[in-house]
């Protein structure tokens, strides 16, 4: 039984930091993809950042430089490390694991397999 357990999220006010875990159990880890997604109520979900096997990352342009996510395999662990954030960053935080066997990324969310239950984050001006 797949399970990604989110935890870290929280109440801040803009420019402060959080960093958000995702702990996978079930799954082969190791030659996933991952990825960050969040989703605001009434609003499409949209991808933040995503991790392949390999290691290579992208972001999304709202938060590229500010962001900053990875991966510990030992733990089978992803990390979300937020920073300056922003009141509109404010939403349902969400993590996403599929099998990607090659080196390769994945911002279709609709092709992940698995979610979380995920975390909240709400950032007060």
């Known amino acids: 039984q797949v399970q990604l357990v989110e935890s870290g999220g929280g109440s801040v006010q803009a420019g402060g930091s959080l960093r958000l875990s995702c702990v996978a159990s079930?799954?082969?880890?190791?030659?996933?993809?991952m990825g960050w997604f969040r989703q605001v109520p009434g609003k499409e979900r949209e991808g933040v950042a995503v991790?392949?096997?390999?290691?290579?990352?992208d972001y999304a342009a709202s938060v590229k430089g500010r962001f900053t996510i990875s991966r510990d395999n030992g733990k089978n662990t992803l990390y979300l490390q937020m920073n300056s954030l922003k009141p509109e960053d404010t939403a349902m935080y969400y993590c996403?694991?599929?099998?990607?066997?090659?080196?390769?990324?994945?911002?279709?969310?609709?092709?992940?397999?698995?979610w979380g239950q995920g975390t909240q984050v709400t950032v007060s001006s």
């Open positions: 996403a694991i599929d099998y990607c066997p090659g080196a390769y990324v994945k911002w279709d969310q609709y092709e992940y397999k698995y």
């Open positions: 079930g799954y082969a880890f190791r030659t996933s993809c």
């Open positions: 991790i392949d096997s390999s290691g290579n990352t």
